[in-house]
């Protein structure tokens, strides 16, 4: 048995009768750039997130890079943020002009960690990025304080969290701005590369619509330095058919969780992850943590299953970051995480069937250690 990590071939089937006919419209019409169509799921993602605004750009680290920008963050500033994200947070951090100031995560939920991140701010700290990962919403409102006790801004990393939501409120509408990506494996993802800002402030909206049209709001007349990030008319038909199933999908997500969750009870030197209070988690990504962890990926391979490591260097210590002059020690967390964390198959039409070999051979590799 095969089983994969996504199946984003089981998503295209259940909206190929729908996407079909509205593609071959957008083909006839040639209205490949800034079609309604654009418009139209700006419009339904925005109100599926109880924002104001959406703005669709043509990737998840333009988003974020288009909302630093949006809210002033530039050369001089520094952003704070987690060690432990993918490198795009840290990167749009950089094209913004700024410098990223990495914080520990807390061991629990792997998320930056609100107790260390006062000693990261400084007077020239402009926003605090929080990041989602893994579809856990972090404790935006723990972190508020200190944003506004520093005149910095919270722009949240929405990246792995479309649909998930802390006491009550959508991840993507609890900071003054968020950045969102629709890759095809995330949550809500697109035929190809995607992405959206969200926010309530329309300010920053069309700040960012500005600056990813190249700075202009009329034809040829330009009145800042932005850049070319678009979301396309045919991406736009695939996610707001995508998004009419998110809430359906996020909860088969759950339901596969809930179950890992209890095949998992029964087997040791494994540990499982948890929903934080006031969280409403999404499971972008099923994160286990286990000793020994590449060979238990070896032998997770070795039978056909599509496991994966979310991420197996923490920022401190990528080669791209060396500049920021960390090293070993310096985010204790991160780091044991790093060699430890093991991503087990979830999506939305994940069998139990599949769980229940998934769950067999983690334990026999375990019990094989």
């Given amino acids: 048995m095969s089983i994969p990590l996504v199946d984003l071939g089981a998503q ?112 020239r700290t402009a926003a605090i990025v929080p990041v989602h990962l893994f579809g856990q919403p972090a404790p935006v409102e723990l972190l508020a304080p200190l944003a506004a006790a520093v005149g910095a801004v919270i722009v949240e990393d929405a990246a792995q969290a479309q649909g998930a939501r802390r006491h009550g409120t959508a991840a993507g509408a609890l900071g003054a701005v968020a950045a969102t990506s629709f890759y095809p494996g995330k949550n809500l993802g697109a035929a190809g590369d995607a992405g959206a800002v ?59 969780a809930q179950r890992y969750g209890e095949l998992l009870a029964g087997v040791d030197h494994v540990a499982a992850p948890t929903t934080a209070p006031g969280n409403l988690d999404v499971w972008h990504l099923y994160v ?44 204790p967390v991160a780091e044991a995480a790093a060699g430890e964390i093991l991503s087990l198959p979830l999506h939305p039409h994940v069998e139990p069937a599949q769980q229940d070999r998934v769950v067999e051979v983690l334990d026999k590799a375990l019990r094989d250690l």
């Fill in 12 to 123: 295209q089937r259940e909206i190929d009768a729908e996407v079909g006919p509205a593609l071959r419209a957008v083909f006839e019409s040639t209205a490949f750039v800034g079609g309604p169509q654009v418009a139209a799921f700006e419009a339904e993602y925005a109100r599926y997130l109880g924002v104001s605004s959406c703005v669709g750009v043509a990737n998840g680290t333009d988003a974020l890079e288009l909302a630093l920008r949006a809210v002033g963050v530039g050369p001089g500033d520094e952003v704070v943020l987690p060690a432990n994200t993918f490198i795009a947070t840290a990167e749009a951090v950089l094209r913004a002009g700024a410098t990223p100031v990495l914080v520990d995560v807390d061991p629990a939920h792997l998320l930056l960690d609100p107790a260390l991140a006062p000693a990261a701010v400084t007077d």
């Fill in 198 to 256: 969200t926010t309530n402030d329309p300010d920053i909206a069309q700040r960012v619509r500005l600056l990813g049209a190249h700075g202009s709001a009329v034809k040829y007349r330009h009145d800042a330095v932005g850049f070319n990030s678009r979301l396309d008319t045919i991406q736009a038909v695939v996610l707001s058919a995508k998004l009419r199933r998110l809430e359906r999908w996020n909860e088969q997500r759950r339901a596969a």
């Fill in 288 to 331: 286990v943590r286990v000793p020994e962890r590449d060979r238990v990926l070896a032998a997770l391979h070795a039978a056909g299953i599509g496991a994966g490591v979310h991420y197996p260097v923490p920022l401190h210590l990528t080669g791209a970051l060396a500049s920021l002059g960390h090293g070993p020690g310096d985010f």
